[in-house]
């Protein structure tokens, strides 16, 4: 068999304001020494050294409080040989174009930099603006097609789910790929010589393919994917981080949530209102804590990080996180009816 090894945590989080700030959540790549940033509210407390790794940036949408950080993310980048990529629901193109447009850039014929900017709609469409020519929008590339996924790389794929706020509010799921690890005792004990045919093996495994794919391993011999891969590979699954914000809590957004969050090791969850203020909630097109813990459960997602709470519980936000919880673990199920009907989805 394979050995499935302990899930190393090689993404690691933080929410750049707390949980009671705007929302902006840094997802750093360990080993790699590159960011992605999920939301852009306010960011001036954030060191400009830290800032400055961030290579995506994943807008959920453009009310103030998730877009602010615009213009700082750009006044420390402006001057840097460096490509900032931005993702957001469509529309996010014209909110970029009106804030380049706020300044005079008489002075940056000589700049390296550029912002490329993808709308997530029923395409990909990508624009570029660059400060060599004052930040011209000039379109990037023919639309590609959006079937969930947004962005991929051989570290890990990015997915998005748009959500109803009254205006499109974009879900995000980072996924970093499984780490595959050759056992070097048990590739001298198999007699195999090592070859093209190891990196063949992990791209079949990468790309999902059926463990019956067969594998050239030398000439005329051929094994399969799961033989190879049980004799051996050491699997380490990869980590999982989903975000979800401003969203209304409705049975069409609920089952997009739970799908995109389903088995994330952490689940990052808007949850500005108490479960008391529930007409509150759902006629400004927000979540209660209740239902953000609700999700969190039937997503089955190991642990829950509520935040983006209401300035309005200033004082008892603890109350927030307890309600959350407590519908999370089951200790008050309230929610239950979503289990079920998640249960009965194929
Ligand atoms: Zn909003
Ligand atoms: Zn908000």
Same mark, same amino acid.
């Given at each position: 068999m394979s050995s499935i090894a302990p899930s190393k945590s090689t993404i690691r989080t933080r929410?750049?304001? =707390?949980? +009671? =700030?705007d929302p902006a959540l840094l997802v750093t790549l360990r080993w790699q020494g590159r960011a992605f940033l999920i939301d852009l509210g306010r960011?001036?407390? +954030?060191?400009a050294a830290t800032l400055l790794r961030i290579e995506r940036v994943f807008v959920s949408h453009t009310h103030m409080d998730h877009f602010m950080g615009f213009d700082q993310l750009l006044r420390l980048f402006l001057a840097r040989d460096a490509t900032l990529r931005l993702y957001g629901p469509t529309g996010i193109a014209d909110c970029v174009q009106g804030k380049l447009a706020g300044? +005079?850039?008489?002075?940056?014929?000589? $700049?390296?930099f550029a912002i490329e900017v993808t709308e997530i709609g029923a395409e990909l469409v990508s624009w570029r603006f660059a400060a060599r020519t004052k930040f011209a929008r000039e379109p990037l590339g023919a639309p590609a097609p959006f079937a969930g996924v947004v962005f991929s790389d051989r570290v890990c794929t990015v997915e998005a789910a748009p959500l109803d706020h009254k205006v499109v509010s974009m879900a995000y799921a980072v996924t970093e790929h499984a780490h595959l690890n050759v056992r070097p005792e048990a590739l001298a004990a198999s007699g195999l010589r090592p070859g093209r045919w190891l990196n063949e093996l992990k791209n079949a495994i990468r790309s999902g393919a059926a463990g019956t794919t067969p594998i050239?391993?030398?000439?005329?011999d051929r094994r399969t994917v799961a033989a190879l891969r049980d004799a051996l590979l050491t699997v380490t699954p990869g980590q999982k981080v989903a975000y979800a914000v401003d +969203?209304?809590? #409705?049975p069409a957004n609920a089952a997009k949530i739970v799908r995109l969050a389903g088995?994330?090791?952490v689940f990052y969850c808007? #949850?500005?209102?108490?479960e008391a203020d529930l007409e509150q909630a759902t006629r400004r097109y927000h979540l209660t804590a209740g239902q953000a813990g609700a999700l969190a459960r039937a997503a089955g997602a190991r642990r829950l990080q509520v935040f983006h709470f209401s300035p309005r519980y200033e004082g008892r936000y603890g109350e927030l996180v307890a309600e959350a919880q407590a519908e999370y673990s089951g200790?008050?199920?309230? $929610? =239950?009816e979503l289990d079920r009907r998640h249960a009965a989805l194929p």
């Open positions: 929410l750049l304001n =707390g949980q +009671t =700030g960011i001036d407390r +954030t060191p300044y +005079t850039w008489n002075l940056t014929d000589e $700049y390296q050239e391993v030398a000439p005329d +969203t209304l809590f #409705s088995d994330a090791d808007e #949850s500005p209102f108490l200790v008050r199920v309230h $929610y =239950g």
